[in-house]
């Protein structure tokens, strides 16, 4: 542990590791009985950690160039049992015993980090499918609080749920080819949704999933679970998450700030790895926001750079003859 200390970690896994966020495993045994999840020598508590599905797909994201407009987009939809429409109801029965619930959480989520950053938040009727192919490709953050819905046979098919409105052209059902499709600008897309970082294993290739149609579509990064992660818990994490983003911190920074810091506020229950560790970044983990520091030392090389070029002003002046 030493020698990763004050570094980063990208971890690029192989087959079904490709489930298990590495930065929950102990730097030691611990020595006490009964444990104490809050207490325990977790090795994010050394070092950030990030993932890539493959190094060619990480070359790729690092060289690519977004703009720097840190606008927000988040998305919380409605679910109405009684109000989806047919082709929604067959779809869910497919994978779920009952059908879809609302999520409050989900709601409180995007209110939440709306709030932080000043962005646009779209809940209800407003957080369409529709809307989001129209409009999603004019931010520079995207954060989707949402089901899902994974297809294990063809992950092709696994689709983030939109609010379902009858006269609506799209069935609110956004599936992975269709993302594959979309041209997006953002730096950053956080799928704060189940399951979202789940779907089939290809030898070479990593795991195809919904967050891999997102970097194909033109994010660099994405923060995606690895599980049903509670909707309460979801929010306070995240929150914290956008908040680390704000300060300057790289993304896997932001979310190892964001993990601490929940574990540091939670009780014994939620303490348990299960709450905080299901969320992940893939991808470029760089920052999104330039703090503070990096302000002040931009206006200290602008002021520099006017004092020399004000000194050799001056000493060019002076080197000049007189003239009679």
Request: hydrophobic share 40%; net charge neutral; proline share 5%.
């Amino acid at each position: 542990a030493r020698e990763i200390r004050n570094r980063h970690i990208v971890i690029i896994a192989d087959s079904r590791l490709h489930f298990l966020p590495f930065e929950i495993l102990l730097r030691k045994i611990p020595e006490a009985n009964p444990v104490n999840y809050r207490s325990l020598p977790y090795l994010i508590a050394e070092i950030p950690v990030s993932y890539a599905h493959s190094a060619m797909l990480l070359k790729k994201v690092y060289r690519t160039r977004k703009g720097w407009t840190n606008s927000l987009a988040a998305y919380a939809p409605e679910y109405d049992p009684e109000g989806q429409s047919p082709l929604l109801q067959a779809q869910t029965r497919q994978h779920y015993r009952d059908r879809l619930l609302p999520i409050p959480g989900a709601l409180e989520e995007a209110h939440r980090i709306g709030k932080r950053l000043e962005g646009d938040v779209f809940t209800g009727s407003e957080a369409t499918e529709k809307h989001f192919k129209d409009h999603a490709g004019k931010y520079d953050l995207i954060h989707l609080a949402m089901h899902t819905i994974i297809d294990d046979t063809d992950p092709m098919f696994s689709k983030l749920v939109f609010t379902d409105l009858p006269e609506n052209e799209e069935d609110g059902l956004l599936n992975t080819f269709e993302i594959y499709n979309l041209r997006l600008n953002a730096r950053l897309t956080t799928l704060s949704s189940c399951n979202s970082g789940i779907g089939e294993l290809h030898e070479g290739e990593g795991m195809i999933s919904l967050a891999r149609g997102f970097m194909y579509a033109g994010c660099p990064s994405l923060v995606l679970s690895l599980w049903e992660v509670e909707d309460l818990a979801s929010a306070d994490l995240m929150e914290y998450f956008y908040v680390g983003l704000k300060r300057g911190m790289s993304k896997a920074r932001a979310l190892q700030y964001a993990k601490l810091r929940y574990l540091r506020e939670s009780d014994m229950l939620h303490s348990h790895p299960y709450f905080w560790s299901g969320y992940v970044v893939t991808g470029n983990h760089g920052p999104v926001y330039y703090g503070r520091r990096w302000i002040v030392v931009a206006g200290v090389l602008i002021a520099l750079v006017m004092l020399f070029a004000l000194g050799r002003r001056r000493f060019n002046h002076r080197q000049k003859p007189d003239r009679f």
